[in-house]
Every structure is written in structure tokens, then in C-alpha cells.
């Protein structure tokens, strides 16, 4: 198909479709004359999953060109593209500066750790983090033991198992850019659960008194009523 | 406490705290005398929260005065700040303009959320964007069927529901800052601790070979090894 299919297809601009292009998140087409590339389902799919990564997960460029190469390149090891993955997804904050209580912390998280029995590998900065979260807890008046980890810690389990379990059991038969779209968009998706699950439970703690209805906007009433 | 007092205690650079009392997101000092400001623990504390957002939840200044508006101003009724801050803390992505695809993944997110028996309001975009990542992994080759929602609902229930179970009974008596902060800080434990069990779950499904252990650094060096 030519770059004016693709376009209609993918519902993306011909400007934008040349953008990634030039910006090498989508391989060139195969050129049948001078100035006319022919495009197939490849790029099509390439584009949604382009798409996908800038709009939907807010990644930049950069991690998107990284994402887009590690689906090309067979030579990395799954593993490997795991932890990149999860690198980019979930970027760890800056490092605090070593302190007292930071240091009491990680003894605590050092301990849940092992209870958790997780093989982390040992540049993992996650340890830290925690550390620093629990520290920064303390000091903003949240006593909370640490009870809510282990509760954290088991859904996280949860997502990350049943995510593996879609996987084909040979690394052979892993479509990498389903499987690279599939850590994305749960990832995505976990957020706006947890935001619906958040609102939910504080509407229920909290409840507010009835307000009469907003005043409908036409957007609004295109879609059918949603049950309160 | 002088400004200097709070920037030892604190750690944070005097520069650091001027410029957070310019842009509003610390109240200002009471004056002692022309250029002497007098501070205190709730100074001290503002800054440790200021630099939560900013540094470990990664939020932008204006989100930044917004939740400290939130925190100070007790007119604002609690669930209101609940969605005020989910709004902050998870945003959604520009909606995808409509489709086929999208209509009918529209369709079973609504059946998944009566399901669910989730009370959101009615102008809650989450049931959009859910339908967006539903028809976005479908075009990018993840038939798979929508159990991993009810998963992730459920484990984004639980910590809702634990995080609520942190607040006092009544309303009076929750102190605003330490549940905001608690939400943020929530957020940012449970994406370290998802990013661990991925990397935990990745590492069994996927088993590396051994490898020689790498070149230590001094700062490798410098905390006591993990169990791996």
C-alpha cells in the first residue's frame, strides 16, 4: 500500500507518518519508483504500536525508539529486554542522600525482601526506593507500619504473573512487540483501574450528599447512562 | 528557625527554600525583624512534603501547589480532594477519537464495570480509557480475553481499600497532608514494587544463565550484598 493508505488505515497523518520515518521509529518501505514506497501490515501495525507507546503510556521518544529496536532485535535475551523494559516504565526517582532514617528503613525493606523471597537482581535500585519512600513517610507523619508492602507487594505479584502466563511456553514463539505492548498497555491499564478503584472506595468512605444532576453537555449525552 | 536552621534540617539549599517561598508552595516566615523570618516544624515539614512530590513522585509545580492548596484549605470536601489528586496522580491519556474497535470495547468494559458494582461518577473518563487499551492491545495482535481486567481490579481494590483503612473514622480528624502524602507515596511504592515482581516473575520464566559477577565500584561495594 502506498503512504496515503497507510495514512487512511492507521488514521495518522501522512506528515506524521513521515515523521517516524525520519525518525526511524518505522522502517522505510520498499521503493518501486523514484519518490513511491510501497508499505505492508508491518508498518500498519508498527505505526498503532508507535501510537500506542507516545499517546497512551506518555513515553518519550527516546524510550520509544529504544522499545521499537528491542521488538527488531532478536539478539537480546528476553530477560534482558524485561528489565529495559521495566526500566523505562517505571523509572525510580533520584537517590536521597544517605541518612539515619533512610538507613533504618532499608534494614526493614532488606527484611521484607527476603521474606518475599524475590530474586531481584543486585543493581536493582528498587530497594533503595522503597527505602526512601518508607523514610519519607515517617517524616510526613505517616506512622503506618509496614504492613500495607506485603499487601503491595502481592497484588504486584499477582499482575506480574498473570502477565508471564499469556506468554507461549518456547521463548522461540514470543511475539516481542505483543509482548512489549502487553507490559505497556497493563501497565496503563492497571493506572486507571487503580484510579477508578481509589475514587470507588473513597466515595464509599466518604459519602457525599446527593448534588442535583450537572447541567448535559452533547457529549455527554451521546453515551448511554452508566449506572451510579 | 532561620531560613539556615531549616536548610540543615531539612538538607535542602537555602536557594532551594527561597524559591519555594516565592512560587507560594511554602507560606512565608513571620518577620522578626527587616530581612529576619522566623520558621518552624510546619515550615519543616512543608519542605520534606514539597520535595516528596517534586523529587519522588516526580510532579510538576503546579500540580505541587495545587495539592498543597489541598492540604491548607479545609473547605474543600475530602472526596473532592480524593479526585483532585487522582486526577494529578493519574492522568489519562487524550481519548482516541471513536471506532469501530473502540465502540465495541466500549461495550464490554461497561458489562466489567457493572460487574465490578464500581460507583464512579458519571463523567469519569476511566471507562474510555479502558476501552482505548482494550481495542489498542487487540490491533496490536493480544487477543486476549478481558480476565486480566477483573485481576487488576481486584488487586487495585485491595490497596484502594487498605489505604482507606489508614484514615480515622471521622472526617475531622484526618490530617489532610498525611493522607496526600500517603496516596503519592502509595502510588510510587507500588510502582517500585511492580517493577520488582516483574523483574522477579520475568527472571523465572525466563532463566538466565549464570554469569560471571560484574566488575564492583566502589559504590556497588559500599552496602552489604543481597540475597539473590
Given at each position: 500500500?502506498?503512504i ?12 506524521t507518518?513521515r ?24 508498518h500498519?501495525r ?7 507507546l ?57 527484611g ?62 514470543v ?45 455527554q ?8
Amino acid at each position: 500500500m502506498r503512504i496515503s493508505d497507510l495514512s487512511r488505515q492507521s488514521g495518522i497523518p501522512v506528515a506524521t507518518i513521515r515523521f517516524y520515518l525520519r525518525e526511524k521509529l518505522l522502517p522505510p518501505g520498499t521503493m518501486t519508483a523514484r519518490n513511491q514506497a510501497e508499505y505492508d501490515e508491518r508498518h500498519l501495525r508498527r505505526i498503532r504500536f508507535v501510537r500506542a507507546l507516545t499517546n497512551m503510556a506518555a513515553l518519550d521518544l527516546t524510550s520509544v525508539r529504544e522499545l521499537v529496536s528491542m521488538v527488531d532485535d532478536h539478539a537480546i535475551p528476553l530477560p534482558e529486554v524485561f528489565r529495559n523494559l521495566n526500566r523505562l516504565l517505571y523509572p525510580h526517582g533520584s537517590p536521597a542522600p544517605r541518612s539515619e532514617s533512610i538507613a533504618e528503613a532499608q534494614n526493614e525493606i532488606d527484611g521484607f525482601i527476603h521474606r518475599m523471597d524475590w530474586r531481584n537482581r543486585e543493581e536493582s535500585a528498587g530497594p533503595e526506593a522503597l527505602a526512601q519512600v518508607v523514610a519519607t513517610l515517617r517524616s510526613l507523619g505517616c506512622d503506618d507500619d509496614l504492613g500495607f508492602l506485603e499487601n503491595f507487594a502481592e497484588a504486584a505479584s499477582r499482575l506480574a504473573v498473570a502477565e508471564m502466563e499469556l506468554l507461549p511456553a518456547s521463548t522461540d514463539d514470543v511475539d516481542r512487540g505483543a509482548m512489549i505492548a502487553r507490559a505497556v498497555m497493563f501497565k496503563v491499564a492497571f493506572q486507571v483501574l487503580h484510579r477508578m478503584a481509589h475514587e470507588h472506595h473513597a466515595s464509599l468512605r466518604f459519602p457525599e450528599p446527593a448534588t442535583p444532576a450537572p447541567p448535559t453537555s452533547p457529549a455527554q449525552t451521546a453515551r448511554p447512562p452508566r449506572m451510579r
